[in-house]
């Protein structure tokens, strides 16, 4: 870091937080931080008695510069010519997965970073290690990491600053205590120790803590900080002991792909020949995409915290010999609070924090940050004084504000990159420390292994697609950034960047009512609000508003008919001399032999995981229909395209946008639709899981005799022009059967009254098809497919888990929603993936995984559901129309 007199902090900020509310509150906007600053906004980092602070974050004291030299010593030599992968970022992500890669075995793996180990968001990060995650994925990552921490010295003999204080997330509200109750359902199914404690327990923990107004808090014993450097240079030290290289000021300009396959890495060194490439560039994402060819969906948002001088009150505890106190979280007013040496830092996440470098890196920022921004500051630093007194009085050394990468969701992108083979992404990490550790182990098992050992859905690259462009991210990002304490209610819809992607009769949907969710950027209807109805939601971990009105779409389905949009369904079509060969060995089922013929089939992972789900329908001799989930059209159309043969034998044509799909279902549907076609709709004519190609009104369309909901109906899929006239048609023949409007909350019970799987929530990689109780499905005897041994192996060494599906008791405001542990006689024996309210059955309900042998119709379980234990029991698959008489009528 530069030194002198443009990085000592300007006099202005040697203030107590009082002082700088009330200084706030007395100047113009001009009052803001008077730091000397660089071009562009930018500053160089804080001055030389912060930089230990900034740079390491440690209680440890000492220059990390100098600890950065030293582990480097021996690492520039000159540059290997060829190396099994490069990775590109030396930041903490970076070095995790070269660390792990060197762990698993692959020594022939370098590391190009363009200046000094740390030099991006690393440096200047707070270090913090949360691991409340409601995604049962990333809370994986975030624990592993954690764990990783904490043997870490011990490996490497490099102390890496690790602070076990606690973590304490306060809590003014039920909702807010709703939110923690429901994460430890998820933290219980994935093993992250934690405790809800009452006011008079904070006080305990945290005496310096004003308690008033609180109902409660979140309580993680393990979590903590750490120096971020540190933990850094300790991977480091463990990847070279391993024989991994890393390469210091080495800037990789371009990438290009051989003829072979191979990955031409060019450098300011030199050029590196390479099998795989992965991407950890965190703020320099713009021009990894440049490089690339592809979009990559992160863009940097400004992060500040409050830097202080000692606290009498902490200085007194530390004379005393008392322990540093938790992480203090107080989520409603959005901040984080932690001691730094025997001083605080206060970090929060306020409104207006701008994304910064959509069109990349200016050259001239280095190590720099950006000034303080004291407005958006203000309400945070009055939240913290009226919580913890002694902060009002800190004297303020500085504001630290730097870029931090983020994604649309908040989450990070780990995984493939799409239509390039061996390129990986491990970037949009907005909590990199604590995830570092987890991305860069699962991103090593995906490479060395062919796949992760936990499903990495919430995290994958392709989870977004061509609708995330430079526009939206920027919005969406600051979205994220903004919403990172908010109560993550299970039926959230953030506003941000949307409407996005309509279908041709949203217009149409929005005039009857619609309150509008998102999914992969599509506007869908979530239900529709009666005349006289406020069209609103009211979110909540409880039934809520919306509940009698999803009840109403859900028996209007059951008892007469109903129409669900569904466009945004993802759709190929299969073709040529070897498309049959070909998909026959991608999935685990028969393909359908006569023209006409569907069925449901799954790809498989090696283990026998399910990693796609697909509605086959069988056009011709060479020539096949596929559907898949809305959210997997980059997903599965990469993995479909990755996988072609070489020979051009088979043709591959993405229709998700230039074809629509409507869904018409319930008792009348035939009804319905036999005044608008003249195609024979009786079972003898159109049976059960076939399709065929005719008319509906003037438009052509397949229709396809399944759905999702487990009524006689047929899906609808047509040319998107043709869709408004196809809806006005089906409205005015259903006139007389008065036909309504069915949105996805009320699709999602109706699926569960059938106990039908979801994929990415029921169907996952970490369950295997034989344990999803989907082995009908699957035709091991049909010949080699992917998964095909391991599902050979499962089924001689015991299938280990037995999907159910569960009648919940003595419930009456909350149902389960998924991620709710399943407990028998004090022990947990699995998880729900999902549930609803059944509103046709009158029962709630929920389905998921549990050990073997506890399966059996009438067990007798309970599940947690929002911190309670409430009895429940094993009940037949299917509680609605277990027969399937109703899809056959």
Known sequence: ???????????????????????????????????????????????????????????????????????????????????????????????????????????????????????GSTWHAAGLLPLFNMSYSVGQLHKYSIDLYKALPAETGQDVSFHVTGNLRLATNRERMDEYRKYCGTANTIGVPFEIVTPAEIAELWPLCNVEGLVGALYHPHDGHIAPADITQAMATGARNRSAEIYRNTSVTALEQTPGGEWLVRTTGGDITCEHVICATGNYSWHTSQMLGLYIPTIPVEHQYIVTDEVPELVERHRQGLPEMAVLRESDASYYLRE??????????????????????????????????????????EAAINRVPSFEHAGIKDIVNGPIAYTPDGSPLVG???????????????????????????????????????????????????????????????????????????DEERPAARPAKTSPIHDLLDGMGAVWGQRYGWERPNWFAPEGVERKDVWSFRRTNYFPHVGREHRNVR???????????????????????????????RLPRATGRVNLSHALTPTGGVRSEFTIMRDGPDSFYL??????????????????????????????????????????????????????????????????????????????????????????????????????????????????????????????????????????????????????????????????????????????????????????DADPIGNEPLWRDGAMIGRATAGAYG??????????????????????????????????????????????ERLRA
């Not at 949009?565 to 998909?583: C, N, R």
């Not at 050990?851 to 029991?873: C, F, N, S």
């Open 340 to 381: 730094e040496r025997q001083g605080y830092i206060l970090g929060p996440y306020e409104k207006g924090a701008p994304a910064r470098f959509k069109d990349g890196v200016p050259d001239s920022f280095e190590r720099d940050l950006f000034p303080g921004d004291l407005d958006r500051l203000m309400p945070h630093v």
């Open 627 to 812: 559907v898949s989930s809305g959210a997997a059209e980059r997903f599965d159309g990469d993995y479909l395209a990755k996988n072609l043969p070489p020979d051009g034998s088979v043709r591959l044509d993405n229709l998700t946008t230039s074809h629509a799909t409507l869904v018409i279902a319930g008792p009348n549907a035939r009804a319905v639709m036999s005044k608008i076609t003249e195609t024979d709709l009786d079972n003898e004519s159109f049976k059960w899981l076939t399709g065929q190609h005719t008319h509906v009104g003037l438009a052509p369309a397949r229709l396809m005799r399944l759905n999702f909901v487990g009524e006689l109906g047929w899906e609808i899929h047509h040319p998107v022009e043709y869709q408004r006239h196809i809806f006005l048609e089906l409205m005015r023949a259903g006139a007389e059967f008065d036909i309504g409007q069915c949105g996805m909350r009320a699709m999602d019970s109706l699926r569960i009254e059938k106990s039908y799987r979801m994929w990415a929530q029921d169907l996952t990689r970490e369950y295997t098809i034989l344990e999803a109780g989907l082995g009908r499905f699957a035709a091991i005897d049909k010949g080699e497919f992917v998964g095909r041994e391991a599902l050979v192996r499962q089924q001689a060494d015991g299938v280990p888990r037995e999907f159910v599906t569960i009648e919940v008791e003595d419930i009456e």
């Open 839 to 884: 509103h046709h059955v009158g029962k709630s309900l929920a389905i998921g995984y549990v050990d073997a042998g506890h399966g059996e119709a009438g067990t007798p379980l309970e599940i947690e559901i929002l911190g309670k234990r409430h009895p429940a029991r094993v009940i037949p698959e299917s509680p609605h129309d277990p027969g399937n």
């Open 559 to 589: 008892d007469n008919v109903g129409i669900i949009d569904i466009t945004s369904f993802s759709k190929f079509l299969v073709s040529g001399p070897g498309a049959e060969a070909w998909l026959d060995r991608l999935v685990c089922r």
């Open 416 to 490: 493939p990159a799409w239509n390039l083979r061996n390129v990986w992404l491990n970037e949009g990490h907005s909590f990199g420390i604590t995830a570092a550790g987890g991305a860069g182990w699962q991103l090593a098992e995906w490479i060395v292994e062919g796949q992760p050992s936990i499903d990495m859905m919430d995290v994958d690259p392709r989870r977004f697609g061509a609708y995330a462009n430079k526009p939206y991210v920027k919005t969406k990002n600051e979205e994220a950034y903004e919403h990172v304490f908010i109560i993550h209610y299970p």
């Open 1 to 119: 870091m530069a030194g002198g007199a443009e990085s000592t902090p300007n006099s202005a900020l040697f203030c107590t937080a009082s002082q700088l509310v009330r200084r706030a509150f007395r100047t113009a906007p001009s009052g803001r931080s008077r730091h000397s600053c660089r071009d562009r906004g930018m500053r160089r980092g804080p001055g030389p008695e912060l930089t230990g602070i900034v740079r390491t974050l440690s209680q440890s004291g000492g220059d990390c510069a100098t600890v950065d030299q030293a582990s480097q010593q021996g690492a520039e030599g000159t540059l290997k010519t060829h190396a099994r992968v490069v990775v590109i970022g030396g930041g903490v992500v970076g070095v995790s997965t070269l660390y792990h890669l060197a762990r698993k075995g692959w020594s022939d793996v370098v590391l190009c970073e363009r200046t000094e180990l740390t030099a």
